[in-house]
Structures are given as C-alpha cells and as structure tokens.
C-alpha cells in the first residue's frame, strides 16, 4: 500500500512558476514509476509527466515540453513537478499517481488506467 500526499498547488499570474510536490509513504517508493495527471472542470484526467523508477527516463505531454519538468528524490520518497511559464490552459486539479507494475525498456505508462495509487489532488489556478 503506497499513500500520497501532494502539496504546493495555489493561484499564480500567467507566466510564473510553482513547484509541486508528492510525498509518499511506505518503503518501496523506489519501486514505482510516478506520473502526474491534471483535471479541468468538465473535463477527463489528464497525462501530464511520468518518471521511471530511477528517475532517468521522463515523458511529457506534449503541452507542457519545455515548461514542466518531473524529478524524483527516492531518499526522501518524493516526487515533483516544477512548472515554469505557466499559461490560463493550465488550470486544474493535479495529481500524483504511482504505478508498481515493471516495464521493459525505457516505456512508461500514460494512461490513468495503468496507476494503481492517487493522491487526493491540489489545485492550480492560472490566472490571466
């Protein structure tokens, strides 16, 4: 059982920076690839960025390429999301997820569907 806590979510004018972060619990978080997901009002959930379990592969949505990078701290069993330049689009709730399923190679799981524990979410409003 993996639990998460996500934190740094708030209300910041087009073209700032927050920093997100995703504490987890127990001691297998090394274990898990780790992905952020993102839901607008009336909107589905979706893929944002993913991690492997080292924390050498990375894959982004292409809509945040060059403004959102994913890190991993495994010592301290957490994941982050700094998110630089941001713009009006991407206001949402954003949540962590971890997926324990072993993948070959350097593929890492986009869809929801494929990550077995959430976080309860934390809002990012965008302000234009």
């Known amino acids: 059982q993996l639990q998460l806590v996500e934190s740094g979510g708030g209300l910041v004018q087009a073209e700032g920076s927050l920093r997100l972060s995703c504490a987890a619990s127990?001691?297998?978080?090394?274990?898990?690839?780790m992905g952020w997901f993102r839901q607008a009002p009336g909107k589905e959930r979706e893929f944002v960025a993913a991690?492997?379990?080292?924390?050498?592969?990375?894959y982004y949505v292409d809509s945040v390429k060059g403004r959102f990078t994913i890190s991993r701290d495994n010592a301290k069993n957490t994941v982050y999301l700094q998110m630089n330049t941001l713009k009006p689009e991407d206001t949402a709730v954003y949540y962590c997820?971890?997926?324990?399923?072993?993948?070959?190679?350097?593929?890492?799981?986009?869809?929801?569907?494929?990550?077995?524990?959430w976080g309860q979410g934390t809002q990012v409003t965008v302000s234009s």
């Open positions: 991690i492997n379990r080292s924390g050498g592969t990375t």
């Open positions: 997820a971890a997926d324990n399923t072993i993948y070959s190679g350097s593929y890492i799981p986009n869809d929801p569907k494929d990550y077995d524990y």
């Open positions: 127990g001691r297998t978080f090394r274990m898990y690839a």
